[in-house]
């Protein structure tokens, strides 16, 4: 089984910034669309963030628009998200999962059921 390793999470305050970055070890990420999700204590996990690989098309749900980018550096096998501005809303924890059914994002929605490969998480928390 494949596992991805999520790392960068960390405690900040309102308005800082954090990096996040998703790696899979012994595991190609090329091909496959990669998307973030994260889910907050008592709610369900949500969409992020999803890139793709042949086009870098990108979905951003809207509470993240202009705040967070994801990117991906593909000789490093690597993917990150950048969280810019944050908000103690954006408290949760941050998986970020491999989608073996797309190499690109669809527009307007991420489906969760496609992603197939996942991470432990990496607690993000967005103090007032």
């Known amino acids: 089984q494949v596992q991805l390793v999520e790392s960068g999470g960390g405690l900040v305050q309102s308005g800082d910034s954090l990096r996040l970055s998703c790696v899979a070890p012994?595991?190609?990420?090329?091909?496959?669309?990669i998307g973030w999700f994260r889910q907050a204590p008592g709610k369900e996990r949500e969409a992020v963030s999803c890139i793709g690989y042949s086009d870098g098309s990108t979905f951003y749900v809207d509470s993240v628009k202009r705040r967070f980018t994801i990117s991906r550096d593909n000789a490093k096998n690597i993917v990150y998200l950048q969280m810019n501005s944050l908000k103690p809303e954006d408290t949760a924890v941050y998986y970020c999962a491999a989608n073996l059914m797309r190499s690109t994002c669809p527009r307007g929605t991420m489906i969760q059921h496609e992603y197939s490969y996942w991470g432990q998480g990496t607690q993000v928390t967005v103090s007032s």
């Open positions: 012994g595991f190609t990420l090329d091909y496959y669309a």
